[in-house]
């Protein structure tokens, strides 16, 4: 069977309920379904080893040093395997630990999970069992405050209106508590139901569920019960202000819609290691150019010259296969070149990133008194991805906001009532305010209490059952005039203390509550469909409930019909005021509008409030309406909108109120300094389209002058067409108007908000989304994904709301994925945005009031949003450039070192002869050159963190990878190049003269390469020092150390003549000696200046430019605005870089 609106899905699943065979006399056929276990590890104990080892050597680095060190072991080469094998080894294995323990620490929560203790209603019995133990079909009984264990069907609650409260922060952010209904009419002990369910198979939106439940009586037909979401409790959701429920499993484990919302954890790959492999190739065509060169060339040097004498083949050689010993000799060749891919660079790297993060936990300016706590880092993967963010996503709910609604004040008739104020308005015209036991002057005292009692009435909030007795209430009111907190004295009132005592289904309806508290109407609870209420006069006042008109987006409204004592029939309604004002009368319109859209420019969430009377006749028709509607087994929805849109008509406008929920702290400021920096922010939220808008231009994302393009289903059912025509129509027309008729952007500008001209915002909530990614058709889906993505990024911001958990992520990856491929940002509070946390390049959790579901999966967590600024401009910043420096340095410093040692082969045969010493080769990067460019890379500091955030515009600077772009790898590679022949033909210059020494005895070969490797490890050294222009003494040790520890240790090694060490001993006293010639000092200081020169010419020539010239200039008084001295670091090398500071 097809359920309606159960798109593409053809297969339903049936489930008996207790395991029990319906009809009583059928034969029970138990249908299978997966068991209720939870598994998010990524492996086993006996899949860890080859999956593990197999992943890393999947990278192409790890993959070509265990070539090199395999040819080492099985080829007779010039070098040893352990100079390959060894760091090797050691990159292997810590990468194995950290992702072992990653696991094990999944397979840990796993195991709390699954292992998790619940209670099944088997036989009659209560039975507690293991939750992985669960089936399909089983009654799961669940105590307030528990956890769902998988999704259940409701089917009995403690509560006498059979109805129990939950909160689903952990699904879709909202701390709020929902209200779900048991199904109707059912036996009171459910050892004797007999029934089944029929519904969807298992699929991942949150808000949708179809399905149908028989129940079996006596050999009757059954009775058949429609199912929606209101009767799906939610795996992960948890049971409130209810002391017991049963319900009945339908989907269990990885078929929960809590699992299908799960993305799995995958390994996040950085832009920079992505350019590493690139560059990595580079060189590898590099150093298999030089091996075949050189082997070509040498079978032709031993073609044209006879075997020399003193070098006799041995017979064995003369017997080897000629193409197999040029094969050797290409390998050989390999290996002696090898060094210009260091593995030792991928272990700093590691290293940086690793020691990094530590600066990122570190930093005072994270820690938050609030809950005692500082940023965390789960990765140090991604530093430098910090500083490459495009787009960012952000929930809303407890990132952007406080999720803290207040009352702000309140309009009645015109009149502006501002609690704490002493002025209200009419119609714009000030008047001077006085108590509010007084303000029958203004408003009418009639229409006053008319208007709090809406607010009393119009709600679902329910008196926590834990607080104190009704009656117990009302005394203490008479007594002290206080309740939750709240004073009621008439002629002051007092603020709010405290939220406790209230829970509802939105935040705002509890602060409408509170509201109506401060004018002297307090709700006292609902209590067998009758809700009393306290008036000022301190009279309680009844009236029974009769129907509630559920909230929905496309409404944006909702009511309560209820009766009075005297008998009379009200309809109270609230709503978004564009969906109030064509059902009111329009002469009370004018007079409020004023105040509403005042409120609203002001950010605050308004709500209009009408009531209307209604006569016997017309309640017994919306009655029987509704009650038809509800048990519409199709078209549910549609029949209910019909009915609340007839009786929700001709209604009287009273007043308007406005709440404020709170933005975080400097949440505005860290808006704007983000697209200020070329950032581009989408707010992905679960939460209400109207609550969302408010909050968009509270923290500025949205502006007065924006121009706000909606694809909602409101918008879609606009029109008379059905929606995919009407779909179609609105991307047209707004990517005519976004996308088209836009002025063309700059090169190098980024769209934001300060831009001058017409901006626009996007607003589309997660049933629209459904149909632009999922059209009917393949060519429209994509061509709708298309038009979608391209409004979307002329846009200055986006608001997605009504969004499932794994809508957020299907949103990331459509423009993770889309042309350009920008690096994107996560940022979320709770379990509902682990999906798009993991999804985006960078996940960043924010340690709220939501659980840590979201901390625990990201891989940055920091206390407030306000941290993200510094996280991005200032950390992310300073990390790229460092490790864009670093990656450039060490490709050219090998360069430099190997080329030399290429140029050799040219004058010693092709023989394989190395230009430098074993100990030199060993050394070189592990030793002598690796702690500078380490310190660098942790210290370094181009632009002062203040002037970073100061400027948040320098972050565009760097944007699109810009410091790892072929420009400036062809530019390091070329100084390599220009640095190795310096080096190489230099000293050859200098043995051009025979006698070198005073006695004139002559250098060997050995003393040639340790000239080169001074020079080489001296001027390597000296760059790097140039480049620097944030000196610490952690800096000067290692550079200077760095120096001292080369000379000390060509000293050392020369002076060992110990047994172990003679085989290998080729240096000695080579350098003692070499340093005793006064022309081998004089050309090591000239090649040295002499490749340094260009370097040290641009600093003495060139005036000083950059970030720390312009604070200079502006500490002296200089009106010049930042950014007019700025020169793009785009057209900037680093040691052009490293003249800012003289």
């Known amino acids: 069977?097809?359920?309606?609106?159960?798109?593409?899905?053809?297969?339903?699943?049936?489930?008996?309920?207790?395991?029990?065979?319906?009809?009583?006399?059928?034969?029970?056929?138990?249908?299978?379904?997966?068991?209720?276990?939870?598994?998010?590890?990524?492996?086993?104990?006996?899949?860890?080893?080859?999956?593990?080892?197999?992943?890393?050597?999947?990278?192409?680095?790890?993959?070509?040093?265990?070539?090199?060190?395999?040819?080492?072991?099985?080829?007779?080469?010039?070098?040893?395997?352990?100079?390959?094998?060894?760091?090797?080894?050691?990159?292997?294995?810590?990468?194995?630990?950290?992702q072992g323990y990653e696991d094990w620490l999944r397979h840990k929560a796993d195991r709390e999970v699954n292992e998790y203790r619940v209670s099944v209603l088997e036989d009659g019995r209560r039975i507690r069992k293991m939750s992985a133990k669960i089936k399909v079909g089983d009654i799961v009984e669940v105590e307030e405050d528990e956890t769902f264990p998988c999704d259940l069907i409701l089917l009995q609650s403690s509560r006498d209106d059979g109805t129990c409260f939950v909160t689903t922060a952990s699904l879709d952010g909202e701390s709020n508590?929902?209200?779900?209904?048991?199904?109707?009419?059912?036996?009171?002990?459910?050892?004797?139901?007999?029934?089944?369910?029929?519904?969807?198979?298992?699929?991942?939106?949150?808000?949708?569920?179809?399905?149908?439940?028989?129940?079996?009586?006596?050999?009757?037909?059954?009775?058949?019960?429609?199912?929606?979401?209101?009767?799906?409790?939610?795996?992960?959701?948890?049971?409130?202000?209810?002391?017991?429920?049963?319900?009945?499993?339908v989907y269990t484990g990885m078929e929960t819609k809590m699992a299908l919302n799960y993305q799995g954890k995958s390994q996040k790959r950085s832009a920079v290691e992505k350019s590493i492999n690139a560059f990595l190739l580079v060189y590898l065509f590099i150093l298999v150019s030089k091996a075949l060169v050189c082997t070509t060339l040498k079978y032709v040097w031993q073609g044209k010259h006879d075997e020399p004498w003193y070098n006799e083949k041995t017979q064995k050689e003369k017997d080897t296969n000629q193409y197999l010993k040029m094969f050797t000799d290409f390998l050989s060749f390999m290996v002696l070149f090898n060094f210009i891919i260091p593995v030792s660079m991928y272990v700093t790297v590691e290293m940086q990133k690793f020691l990094g993060s530590f600066f990122i936990a570190w930093d005072k300016d994270f820690f938050d008194p609030e809950i005692q706590e500082g940023a965390l880092v789960n990765t140090s993967d991604l530093n430098e991805e910090l500083g490459q963010v495009e787009y960012i996503f952000t929930d809303k709910t407890g990132t952007l906001t406080q999720n803290n609604m207040e009352f702000i004040e309140c309009c009645i008739d015109g009149f502006q009532y501002?609690?704490?104020?002493?002025?209200?308005?009419?119609?714009?015209?000030?008047?001077?305010?006085?108590?509010?036991?007084?303000?029958?002057?203004?408003?009418?005292?009639?229409?006053?209490?008319?208007?709090?009692?809406?607010?009393?009435?119009?709600?679902?909030?329910?008196?926590?059952?834990?607080?104190?007795?009704?009656?117990?209430?009302?005394?203490?009111?008479?007594?002290?005039?206080?309740?939750?907190?709240?004073?009621?004295?008439?002629?002051?009132?007092?603020?709010?203390?405290?939220?406790?005592?209230?829970?509802?289904?939105?935040?705002?309806?509890?602060?409408?509550?509170?509201?109506?508290?401060?004018?002297?109407?307090?709700?006292?609870?609902?209590?067998?469909?009758?809700?009393?209420?306290?008036?000022?006069?301190?009279?309680?006042?009844?009236?029974?409930?009769?129907?509630?008109?559920?909230?929905?987006?496309?409404?944006?409204?909702?009511?309560?019909?209820?009766?009075?004592?005297?008998?009379?029939?009200?309809?109270?309604?609230?709503?978004?005021?564009?969906?109030?004002?064509?059902?009111?009368?329009?002469?009370?319109?004018?007079?409020?509008?004023?105040?509403?859209?005042?409120?609203?420019?002001?950010?605050?969430?308004?709500?209009?409030?009408?009531?209307?009377?209604?006569?016997?006749?017309?309640?017994?028709?919306?009655?029987?309406?509704?009650?038809?509607?509800?048990?519409?087994?199709?078209?549910?929805?549609?029949?209910?909108?019909?009915?609340?849109?007839?009786?929700?008509?001709?209604?009287?406008?009273?007043?308007?109120?406005?709440?404020?929920?709170?933005?975080?702290?400097?949440?505005?400021?860290?808006?704007?300094?983000?697209?200020?920096?070329?950032?581009?922010?989408?707010?992905?939220?679960?939460?209400?389209?109207?609550?969302?808008?408010?909050?968009?231009?509270?923290?500025?994302?949205?502006?007065?002058?924006?121009?706000?393009?909606?694809?909602?289903?409101?918008?879609?059912?606009?029109?008379?067409?059905?929606?995919?025509?009407?779909?179609?129509?609105?991307?047209?027309?707004?990517?005519?108007?976004?996308?088209?008729?836009?002025?063309?952007?700059?090169?190098?500008?980024?769209?934001?908000?300060?831009?001058?001209?017409?901006?626009?915002?996007?607003?589309?909530?997660?049933?629209?989304?459904?149909m632009v990614l999922s059209s009917s058709s393949e060519p429209n889906s994509r061509r709708y994904k298309n038009l979608f993505l391209q409004i979307c990024q002329n846009c200055t911001a986006v608001l997605c709301c009504r969004m499932a958990p794994l809508q957020k992520a299907q949103i990331v990856k459509l423009v993770k994925n889309s042309k350009g491929n920008p690096i994107t940002l996560s940022v979320g509070d709770g379990a509902n945005?682990?999906?798009?946390?993991?999804?985006?390049?960078?996940?960043?959790?924010?340690?709220?009031?939501?659980?840590?579901q979201a901390v625990k999966n990201s891989d940055y967590a920091i206390p407030k949003l306000k941290h993200l600024k510094k996280l991005l401009l200032a950390h992310g910043h300073l990390y790229y450039v460092r490790i864009a420096h670093l990656v450039q340095y060490f490709f050219y410093k090998n360069l430099c070192f190997i080329l030399p040692q290429f140029l050799y082969?040219?004058?010693?045969?092709?023989?394989?002869?190395?230009?430098?010493?074993?100990?030199?080769?060993?050394?070189?990067?592990?030793?002598?050159?690796?702690?500078?460019?380490?310190?660098?890379?942790?210290?370094?500091?181009?632009?002062?963190?203040?002037?970073?955030?100061?400027?948040?515009t320098l972050y565009r600077d760097i944007a699109k990878n810009a410091m790892l772009r072929w420009k400036l790898f062809l530019y390091w590679t070329a100084l390599g190049i220009f640095h190795g022949l310096v080096f190489f033909f230099g000293v050859r210059f200098l043995f051009s003269n025979p006698a070198l020494q005073d006695n004139g005895q002559v250098f060997g070969n050995w003393s040639y390469g340790t000239i080169v490797f001074t020079v080489l490890v001296f001027t390597v050294t000296l760059k790097l020092a140039l480049d620097t222009r944030h000196w610490t003494w952690i800096n000067h040790f290692v550079i200077w150390g760095s120096l001292?520890?080369?000379?000390?240790?060509?000293?050392?090694?020369?002076?060992?003549?110990?047994?172990?060490?003679?085989?290998?001993?080729?240096?000695?006293?080579?350098?003692?000696?070499?340093?005793?010639?006064?022309?081998?000092?004089?050309?090591?200081?000239?090649?040295?200046?002499?490749?340094?020169?260009?370097?040290?010419?641009?600093?003495?020539?060139?005036?000083?430019?950059?970030?720390?010239?312009?604070?200079?200039?502006?500490?002296?008084?200089?009106?010049?605005?930042?950014?007019?001295?700025?020169?793009?670091?785009?057209?900037r090398t680093f040691s052009d870089e490293s003249n800012t500071v003289i």
């Open 833 to 852: 945005d682990v999906s798009m946390i993991l999804e985006a390049h960078v996940g960043i959790g924010i340690k709220g009031k939501e659980g840590r």
């Open 1 to 98: 069977m097809k359920f309606g609106g159960d798109e593409g899905r053809v297969h339903s699943r049936t489930i008996y309920v207790g395991h029990k065979s319906c009809p009583p006399n059928e034969a029970y056929i138990p249908p299978k379904f997966c068991d209720n276990r939870i598994v998010s590890s990524k492996y086993t104990v006996w899949n860890f080893l080859p999956k593990n080892l197999f992943e890393q050597f999947r990278r192409i680095a790890n993959f070509y040093f265990l070539i090199i060190f395999l040819v080492q072991v099985i080829v007779d080469t010039p070098t040893s395997p352990v100079t390959s094998g060894l760091p090797l080894f050691f990159v292997i294995t810590v990468t194995a630990v950290k």
């Open 418 to 770: 501002k609690h704490g104020d002493g002025s209200s308005e009419l119609d714009g015209f000030c008047v001077t305010d006085g108590p509010v036991n007084k303000i029958q002057q203004k408003a009418g005292r009639e229409r006053e209490e008319l208007f709090l009692r809406a607010l009393c009435l119009c709600h679902t909030v329910q008196i926590k059952e834990s607080t104190m007795h009704r009656q117990d209430q009302i005394d203490q009111i008479d007594q002290i005039d206080q309740v939750d907190g709240l004073g009621v004295d008439h002629e002051f009132l007092h603020p709010p203390q405290k939220e406790t005592g209230f829970i509802a289904s939105s935040p705002d309806e509890i602060a409408l509550v509170k509201g109506a508290m401060r004018y002297g109407f307090t709700f006292l609870g609902l209590e067998s469909k009758n809700m009393k209420i306290l008036n000022r006069n301190k009279d309680v006042e009844t009236y029974e409930l009769l129907h509630v008109l559920n909230f929905d987006p496309v409404r944006r409204r909702m009511s309560v019909m209820v009766r009075s004592k005297t008998g009379d029939i009200l309809l109270f309604c609230k709503g978004a005021d564009s969906s109030m004002f064509p059902q009111v009368r329009q002469e009370e319109v004018e007079r409020i509008r004023m105040h509403v859209e005042r409120n609203a420019t002001e950010g605050y969430r308004t709500l209009c409030v009408a009531y209307k009377h209604l006569n016997a006749q017309e309640y017994a028709r919306a009655d029987a309406d509704l009650r038809e509607a509800r048990l519409a087994l199709q078209d549910r929805e549609e029949k209910l909108m019909a009915v609340y849109n007839r009786v929700e008509t001709d209604m009287i406008l009273i007043g308007a109120t406005a709440v404020e929920d709170q933005l975080q702290d400097e949440a505005a400021q860290t808006m704007e300094a983000l697209q200020g920096a070329g950032m581009k922010v989408w707010v992905l939220t679960g939460d209400k389209m109207e609550t969302a808008k408010s909050t968009c231009y509270a923290c500025g994302l949205f502006k007065k002058n924006t121009e706000l393009l909606e694809l909602t289903l409101r918008t879609l059912e606009d029109g008379g067409r059905s929606r995919e025509e009407r779909l179609h129509d609105l991307l047209l027309e707004y990517h005519k108007k976004a996308v088209q008729d836009a002025p063309p952007v700059k090169l190098g500008i980024t769209r934001s908000w300060s831009v001058a001209g017409h901006d626009y915002g996007f607003i589309i909530d997660g049933a629209s989304l459904s």
């Open 1044 to 1131: 001292a520890f080369y000379v000390f240790f060509s000293f050392f090694w020369g002076g060992i003549i110990c047994r172990p060490f003679l085989k290998h001993q080729r240096l000695y006293f080579v350098f003692a000696n070499m340093l005793s010639s006064v022309s081998a000092w004089l050309v090591i200081i000239l090649l040295i200046l002499l490749s340094l020169l260009p370097e040290i010419l641009l600093v003495v020539l060139r005036k000083p430019r950059g970030p720390h010239a312009r604070q200079k200039k502006s500490s002296a008084g200089d009106p010049q605005s930042p950014q007019s001295s700025a020169r793009p670091l785009l057209t």
């Open 905 to 952: 082969q040219f004058f010693c045969g092709y023989s394989q002869q190395p230009l430098y010493d074993a100990a030199y080769l060993t050394m070189y990067n592990i030793c002598f050159t690796s702690m500078p460019i380490l310190a660098y890379s942790l210290l370094e500091q181009h632009i002062c963190i203040e002037v970073l955030l100061e400027h948040s």
């Open 177 to 249: 508590h929902k209200t779900h209904y048991t199904v109707a009419d059912l036996e009171s002990d459910l050892q004797y139901l007999s029934s089944t369910i029929e519904c969807e198979q298992p699929q991942p939106d949150l808000y949708k569920f179809v399905g149908r439940m028989h129940i079996y009586r006596n050999s009757q037909e059954p009775d058949v019960r429609s199912l929606g979401p209101e009767n799906l409790l939610l795996k992960g959701a948890n049971l409130k202000n209810t002391q017991k429920i049963c319900g009945v499993a």
